[in-house]
């Protein structure tokens, strides 16, 4: 448990929990950029579909949702960024959260294909690049 907090606390983690969504969003596309994707930023005002981030690499284009949250993702998010996939002419889906999903998300994200980047994926992205 205290080497898991070292990592998190190493990551930022807990200065990331403390940013708005529209700050979190612009921190994710600074990571991504580092990651080598093309970042196009889309959910900085309403009517986004569900979606925050397109991200592009190797002609793959993933939609992104980024949940800065004090509790657990839930189904509705996973619905939110399948559902847009083909508004953005993407092929992948991803939520990104700095917490946890709910079992009911994890398993709706398994049947749909949606990639999910918890707060210890977050964190082990973070800590291999530099942001």
Same mark, same amino acid.
């Given at each position: 448990m205290v080497?898991?907090?070292n990592q998190?606390?190493?990551a930022g983690m807990f200065e990331i929990d403390k940013l708005t969504?529209?700050?979190f969003e612009k921190y994710l596309a600074i990571l991504f950029e580092?990651?080598?994707y093309k /970042?196009?930023?889309v959910g900085s005002h309403k009517g986004d579909y569900g979606t925050d981030l397109i991200i592009e690499k190797q002609g793959v284009r993933t939609a992104v949702q980024a949940k800065c949250w004090h509790n657990? /993702?839930?189904i509705k998010s996973i619905q939110e960024v399948y559902g847009s996939l083909h508004i953005y002419n993407s092929t992948k889906a991803l939520v990104v959260t700095n917490n946890y999903f709910t079992h009911q998300a994890k398993l709706?994200?398994?049947t749909n294909n949606v990639e999910l980047w918890d707060r210890d994926l977050l964190a082990k992205t973070i800590l291999s690049t530099t942001v």
């Open positions: 080497y898991k907090h998190l606390s190493k969504g529209d700050d580092k990651l080598g /970042v196009q930023i657990p /993702v839930g709706l994200a398994e």
